[in-house]
């Protein structure tokens, strides 16, 4: 079963530190590996895109890398702010269905 | 300005009582597609459309019907909900295998 597990759960920082976010999954055969924010009661809105021939992709303070081998992504947020305080989802692409990790809720200390 | 606009964004009914959510998108995406969103089960999907005509089932069919008449269009007909569908619901549109693009959510509570 294709499964996507992120790590931690919840994460709270103070502002101005680096994070790094975890997501794994099961099955590697992945189209694209896609990063979300999610801030209460709103939809989710795509941050960044990585193709599965692609090894990372960045925005701003966002990098994210991919490693199919390992069944690995991960999304580093640079010095953080309370506005990135929010819940990220990943979610993996195979063939025509998405599936997504539960979410890490992130929260950043001013 | 491009956009995903689901309809209508709360909803409280009872069971039995046939209800549609309507999803339209304005970005010309061939792909659309529903999920569900619940506590400790995170985002699931239900249905996904290629194009028009073309629809096939996610990892939750079970209760809904979609279709797919025009291509901006997606809606998701609940013909006799119950109140195990109570849950927040999102569209999204893409083209294939790019960004996926979300509505702001319907929140679905059936009694």
């Known amino acids: 079963k294709q499964e996507v597990t992120q790590i931690p759960a919840a994460l709270s920082v103070p502002e101005g530190e680096n994070l790094v976010l975890n997501c794994s999954f099961t099955?590697?055969?992945?189209?694209?590996l896609q990063w979300f924010r999610q801030d209460p009661g709103k939809g989710l809105t795509s941050l960044l895109l990585i193709q599965s021939s692609q090894r990372e992709q960045t925005s701003g303070r966002l990098n994210a890398s991919l490693d199919k081998s390992s069944g690995r992504s991960t999304l580093y947020i640079a010095a953080s702010q309370p506005g990135d305080s929010a819940t990220y989802l990943c979610a993996a692409q195979y063939g025509n269905k998405l599936v997504f990790g539960a979410g890490t809720i992130l929260r950043v200390k001013s | 300005e491009a956009q995903v606009t689901q309809n209508p964004r709360y909803l409280i009914t009872v069971t039995g009582k046939k209800l549609t959510v309507t999803c339209s998108q304005n970005m010309n995406h061939e792909y659309m597609s529903w999920y569900r969103q619940d506590p400790g089960l995170g985002l699931r999907q239900i249905y996904y459309?290629?194009?028009?005509?073309?629809?096939d089932k996610g990892d939750v069919p079970e209760g809904y019907k979609v279709s797919r008449k025009e291509k901006r269009n997606f809606p998701l007909i609940l013909e006799s909900p119950s109140p195990n569908q109570t849950s927040l619901y999102f569209c999204?549109?893409?083209?294939?295998?790019?960004?996926?693009?979300f509505g702001d959510g319907t929140r679905l509570s059936i009694l």
């Open positions: 099955d590697s055969a992945i189209y694209n």
């Open positions: 999204a549109s893409s083209f294939w295998a790019g960004p996926q693009h």
């Open positions: 459309s290629m194009n028009v005509e073309v629809t």
